[in-house]
């Protein structure tokens, strides 16, 4: 496939990383391409309610605000490209991507495409998916309805996720594997209030069991060795997420927790490619770091521009 176009700079990702830092770009005047990937507005589609994105004392839906940033981007001159990076070559200059409808060159890249949730890998895990196993309280909160169903995981989104779920299912039991919870102390006194939620600490799921769809789950206690039989009529895993660095092994340097390496001006191993939001953070990962990093990194590459 030939190469169909060139670019100053493409910003890989349109989470809020990557939608921020083209609202930036645009308005240094670089008319940013952004190759949005599968999920237009990234991981803000996964939940019902942001309430922590200053500006919004209210909250705003995740959806709404990844349409707000996408009209910011567009009213300075951003365009999309809604496709998928497949493979990409930083050895030469311009950098060049490959994505399934066609190639680009680029002076400049930022990098922001984010993280995917963890799974549990235990047997019965995939061949449930979508009759009782989620990662996303928000698009299958309906289907629990007065059942009683199961979150597995004890951070922030775990628990913002079975707060939400409170709505619909008749009961919901957080599986954790500590018996410390991660999560902001907020929304650890909401849920611990809830009298609709409860808590299996020390545990973890073996086995995700049922006929058409799951009927129970298999817990150990990590303390006790003890395995129980849990019914369960649903279970929704929020374990943590893993950088979408695939694209990159053996071109970036990476850190320890596998995410890519950058430095205080979001720059990589490889000069003119940037990196920010949960690409490159597995520390903060909120929509505001995020966001902040995709900034950050536009007005580095911005300066990078002008200097060649
Ligand atoms: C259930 C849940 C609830 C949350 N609640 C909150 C909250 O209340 N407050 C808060 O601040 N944060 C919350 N977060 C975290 C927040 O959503 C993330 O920190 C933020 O979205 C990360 O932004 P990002 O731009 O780095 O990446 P992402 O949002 O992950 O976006 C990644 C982008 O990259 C694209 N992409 C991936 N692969 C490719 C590819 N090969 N080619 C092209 N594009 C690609 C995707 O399509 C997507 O557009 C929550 C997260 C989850 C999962």
Known sequence: MGIIEHRRLIILGAGPAGLSAAIYAARAELKPLVITGMVLYGQVTLTN?????????????????????????????????????????????????????????????????GSRHKKLNVPGEEAFVGRGVSYCGTCDG?????????????????????????????????????????????????ARNHPKIHFLFDSVVKEIRGQEVVEELIVENVKTGEVSQVPSQGVFVFIGHTPNTQTFIGQLELTPAG??????????????????????????????????????????????????
């Open 49 to 113: 309610t942001i309430e922590n994105y200053p500006g919004f004392p209210k909250g705003i839906g995740g959806i709404e605000l990844g349409q707000l940033f996408e009209e910011q981007a567009k009213v300075f001159g951003t365009e999309f490209a809604y496709d998928e990076i497949q493979s990409v070559d930083l050895s030469a200059r311009p950098f060049t991507l490959t994505t399934y409808s066609g190639s680009y060159t680029a002076d400049a890249l930022i990098l922001a495409m």
């Open 259 to 308: 995410t890519i390496r950058i430095d205080e001006f979001m720059e990589t191993s490889q000069k003119g490619v940037f990196a920010a939001g949960e690409i490159a953070d597995s520390h903060f990962r909120q929509v505001i770091t995020s966001a902040g990093m995709g900034a950050a990194a536009a007005i580095s590459a911005t300066h990078y521009l002008e200097s060649l």
């Open 142 to 190: 309906w289907f629990t309805k007065d059942k009683n169903i199961h979150v597995v995981g004890g951070g922030d989104s775990a628990l913002e996720e079975a707060l939400f779920l409170t709505r619909f299912a008749r009961s919901v039991t957080i599986i954790h594997r500590r018996d410390a919870l991660r999560a902001g102390a907020i929304l650890e006194n909401r």
